[in-house]
């Protein structure tokens, strides 16, 4: 496996954004998880809050009140908190961080601080409850109610829809850029990017990495997403870099959100070659496909590679493209139509 560059704990990747890594790497997060403070000056939106680790508050708190950039005493340090997803790598971290922004106001305001204005926490709604983002809801409940804004209906959090913007704040205090909101499911259901056009990027999260390939729900479906931020940028919307959720950012955004889809594709196609080669009257086991796809790699990868192989059937077999047979696990029996 091709070692990774190391990052920075905390960079400013343009004038307007910076990213502070969750300081919980490992072989799913890579560097870390990536954060992001966007904006010119307070109040900013902070995308994703990491997982919880200590030592991810005092890098957030430092980036927050950097004394190199505008600061508005009178405005909160962030408005808006945007989750991109339910993973416990970009959520647990929010009491942390809202504990944080209470505790920075009041410092910052003095002894008679004026009331403070908490931030919105934003998400794209779950179709189906999820019990690792329960844990999310139920720690909101149990903290202070001025820790954060409901919504009008008193929800805690305020759900996204495709399409809707946010304002961010420039130097002026008067919002002059927005980040878009695409839904971006097949990671998880409820993945979203974030379009910010005064640096044509495109905030992918989990969906692209700035690194290696990322695991998927519903293959049919991540596919599908990954033609809606091709088509996104081809239909006018051009961006330029992406900011990921893990990894460095990528220049060439188009061209490796294009790649993605094509390493999918090239595998599909390889697993319909694999069935072709085939006699008619055999069948074919997900484990048979690993072995021929898979024989130049280590052994020890095959039971992973087990699963993108079952999850690329399952989405032929969706297309009715392939028959599943039966069996079990690795041992299922597959045919193409």
Not at 252 to 261: F, I, N, Q, R, T
């Given at each position: 496996?091709?070692?990774?560059?190391?990052?920075?704990?905390?960079?400013?990747?343009?004038?307007?954004?910076?990213?502070?890594?969750?300081?919980?790497?490992?072989?799913?997060?890579?560097?870390?998880?990536?954060?992001?403070?966007?904006?010119?000056?307070?109040?900013?939106?902070?995308?994703?809050?990491?997982?919880?680790?200590?030592?991810?508050?005092?890098?957030?708190?430092?980036?927050?009140?950097?004394?190199?950039?505008?600061?508005?005493?009178?405005?909160?340090?962030?408005?808006?908190?945007?989750?991109?997803?339910?993973?416990?790598d970009h959520t647990f971290g929010l009491p942390s961080v809202l504990d944080l922004l209470k505790r920075l106001w009041a410092t910052h305001c003095g002894s008679d601080p004026a009331p403070y204005q908490p931030p919105r926490i934003h998400k794209y709604p779950?179709?189906?409850?999820?019990?690792?983002?329960?844990?999310?809801?139920?720690?909101?409940?149990?903290?202070?109610?001025?820790?954060?804004?409901?919504?009008?209906?008193?929800?805690?959090?305020?759900?996204?829809?495709?399409?809707?913007?946010?304002?961010?704040?420039?130097?002026?205090?008067?919002?002059?850029?927005?980040?878009?909101?695409?839904?971006?499911?097949?990671?998880?259901?409820?993945?979203?990017?974030?379009?910010?056009?005064?640096?044509?990027?495109?905030?992918?999260?989990?969906?692209?990495?700035?690194?290696?390939?990322?695991?998927?729900?519903?293959?049919?479906?991540?596919?599908?997403?990954?033609?809606?931020?091709?088509?996104?940028?081809?239909?006018?919307?051009?961006?330029?870099?992406?900011?990921?959720?893990?990894?460095?950012?990528?220049?060439?955004?188009?061209?490796?959100?294009?790649?993605?889809?094509?390493?999918?594709?090239?595998?599909?196609?390889?697993?319909?070659?694999?069935?072709?080669?085939?006699?008619?009257?055999?069948?074919?086991?997900?484990?048979?496909?690993?072995?021929?796809?898979?024989?130049?790699?280590?052994?020890?990868?095959?039971?992973?590679?087990a699963r993108s192989v079952d999850m690329h059937l399952r989405k032929l077999e969706a297309d009715n493209r392939v028959v599943c047979h039966?069996?079990?696990?690795?041992?299922?029996?597959?045919?193409?139509?």
């Amino acid at each position: 496996m091709e070692a990774l560059r190391a990052l920075p704990s905390t960079t400013q990747l343009s004038k307007t954004v910076v990213r502070i890594l969750g300081q919980n790497p490992g072989p799913y997060t890579l560097q870390g998880t990536n954060t992001y403070l966007v904006g010119e000056r307070n109040p900013y939106i902070l995308i994703d809050t990491g997982e919880g680790k200590d030592a991810y508050i005092p890098l957030l708190e430092a980036a927050l009140r950097d004394a190199s950039r505008p600061h508005a005493v009178d405005r909160p340090y962030v408005s808006d908190i945007i989750l991109t997803h339910k993973h416990h790598d970009h959520t647990f971290g929010l009491p942390s961080v809202l504990d944080l922004l209470k505790r920075l106001w009041a410092t910052h305001c003095g002894s008679d601080p004026a009331p403070y204005q908490p931030p919105r926490i934003h998400k794209y709604p779950l179709t189906i409850p999820d019990t690792r983002f329960r844990t999310v809801l139920d720690t909101l409940s149990s903290i202070p109610s001025d820790s954060f804004t409901p919504d009008s209906s008193g929800n805690h959090i305020h759900e996204l829809r495709h399409g809707q913007t946010l304002d961010v704040t420039t130097v002026s205090a008067t919002p002059t850029s927005v980040l878009e909101v695409l839904h971006t499911p097949g990671h998880t259901t409820d993945s979203l990017c974030l379009y910010y056009p005064t640096d044509r990027a495109l905030f992918t999260a989990d969906t692209v990495l700035g690194h290696g390939s990322t695991v998927f729900e519903d293959l049919r479906t991540y596919m599908s997403s990954l033609r809606t931020m091709i088509d996104f940028s081809e239909g006018g919307a051009k961006y330029g870099p992406v900011y990921p959720g893990h990894g460095p950012v990528v220049e060439e955004g188009l061209k490796h959100v294009s790649g993605y889809l094509q390493n999918r594709q090239a595998r599909e196609d390889q697993i319909v070659q694999a069935l072709q080669s085939l006699p008619s009257e055999e069948y074919c086991t997900t484990w048979t496909l690993v072995s021929a796809i898979y024989k130049d790699y280590p052994r020890e990868l095959w039971d992973g590679a087990a699963r993108s192989v079952d999850m690329h059937l399952r989405k032929l077999e969706a297309d009715n493209r392939v028959v599943c047979h039966g069996g079990d696990g690795k041992h299922m029996e597959w045919e193409l139509v």
